[in-house]
């Protein structure tokens, strides 16, 4: 455990793949967070290709349960005795509602409570490791979400159209920044900084259940439109550069990382401070911290 050591969600396609190949090549111990055995496979055959000596973990979890991120959580404490950053990228854009086991909405769940639960579950291993860092992966989506009102915004499960969908996916992802500005009061910034960015428009999986997004996405590479790589980009600035050691709470853009603000819905401390309250409520009831 010489090397500095980086967890990564959703690391199997998308940025969290170019991410941990990035923090690989650094020489950085990744622990990959992933649903899929074969994908996971098939992400260590890279890691080793880009950088042969690499230390490799991966566990599974599907992070749309909050029991599974739980339990994932408390798996990764105990593998490690530290932990340098923590990367929350694992994100859902769904079309149309899709309800978990637990009863509640698979995107709110996937793209905002899951990686709560994963965070607070690891905060005592990244306090312990000070200086670490938490890195969120929010979007520029979170401008399409006009309204927030925390308590019934997390338990929402009605239908909604695919046109509606993307201003409840933007509304996890302006969740995502509250919590991010919240997270960061609450910790000591000298030992664990948490911010956040947007890593533009990338042409990943993210919209894997829009008809006819393979062939989309195919055409988008090709044309070199949405590059992941540079959305991977502002990740790995945030969890290595130390141009960002002191800095906490911050959004920030992928455009050379330029300091944005909360969406006005969600800018106010109070409101902020409610949605963890509210989160808090919700997990009791579900017997997540």
């Known amino acids: 455990m010489d090397r500095p050591i980086a967890v990564i969600t959703g690391a199997t396609s ?92 698979e995107m709110t769940a996937v793209n905002y409570l899951g990686p709560f639960v994963l965070t607070e579950t690891l905060t005592n291993t990244l306090l312990a490791s000070g200086p670490a860092r938490i890195v969120n992966v929010a979007s520029e989506a979170a401008q399409q979400a006009k309204t927030i009102s925390p308590g019934p915004d997390l338990r929402r499960t009605d239908p909604y159209t695919r046109r509606e969908s993307m201003a409840l996916y933007g509304r996890t992802k302006l969740m995502t920044i509250m919590w991010t500005q919240e997270l960061a009061r609450r910790l000591h910034a000298a030992k664990v900084t948490v911010n956040c960015c947007d890593p533009g428009f990338n042409a990943t999986g993210l919209g894997r259940d829009l008809p006819g997004s393979g062939l989309l996405q195919r055409v988008l590479n090709l044309l070199r439109v949405g590059d992941p790589r540079r959305g991977a980009r502002i990740i790995v600035r945030l969890a290595t550069d130390p141009a960002f050691a002191d800095t906490s709470g911050g959004y920030f853009s992928v455009r050379d990382a330029k300091a944005l603000q909360c969406p006005e819905p969600g800018r106010s401390e109070r409101v902020q401070r409610e949605l963890r309250v509210q989160t808090v409520a919700l997990l009791a009831g579900l017997g997540a911290p």
């Open 14 to 105: 998308g940025l969290g793949r170019i991410t941990a190949l990035e923090l690989a090549r650094r020489g950085y111990r990744i622990g990959a967070v992933a649903r899929s055995r074969p994908k996971a496979e098939a992400l260590l055959s890279e890691l080793r290709s880009a950088s042969p000596d690499v230390q490799a973990d991966f566990f599974f979890a599907d992070l749309g349960l909050v029991s599974q991120a739980r339990r994932v959580g408390e798996e990764i404490a105990a593998h490690y005795p530290r932990l340098d950053a923590l990367v929350n990228n694992a994100g859902l854009h769904a079309f149309s509602q899709r309800t978990t086991a637990e009863g509640l909405a």
